[in-house]
């Protein structure tokens, strides 16, 4: 079983930074697309930043120029760097990854179980 666990969340003021860490574990063989996505209250999720299959980066126009994705393939390891956080950026932000268990198979799709991010004014 492929388990992702997401950690650096926590309670901010505006203007600060955090460093967001997922970590995948488990039968891999292979992660595709890897990236960050964030829901909160009363919204749909919706993507932060990712990692496509072919390694280019997606971001939201929102974050764009303030939030950093980067990643370590050897480790499965994506890391989201968010500076000049504002109140709208608070969410629970969930990791996100293809992953192929076996060379040949078709990747499947996880998710972590979140990390929450409060920015306050």
């Known amino acids: 079983q492929v388990q992702l666990v997401e950690s650096g969340g926590g309670l901010v003021q505006a203007g600060g930074s955090l460093r967001l860490s997922c970590a995948a574990s488990?039968?891999?063989?292979?992660?595709?697309?890897m990236g960050w996505h964030r829901q909160a209250p009363g919204k749909r999720r919706e993507l932060v930043a990712a990692?496509?299959?072919?390694?280019?980066?997606n971001y939201a126009d929102s974050v764009k120029g303030r939030f950093t994705i980067s990643r370590d393939s050897a480790k499965n390891t994506v890391y989201l760097q968010m500076n000049s956080l504002k109140p709208e950026d608070t969410a629970v932000y969930y990791c996100?990854?293809?992953?192929?268990?076996?060379?040949?198979?078709?990747?499947?799709?996880?998710w972590g179980q979140g990390t929450q991010v409060t920015v306050s004014s």
């Open positions: 996100n990854a293809g992953v192929y268990l076996r060379a040949g198979w078709l990747p499947n799709d996880y």
């Open positions: 488990g039968n891999i063989f292979r992660i595709g697309a």
């Open positions: 990692f496509t299959s072919g390694g280019s980066t």
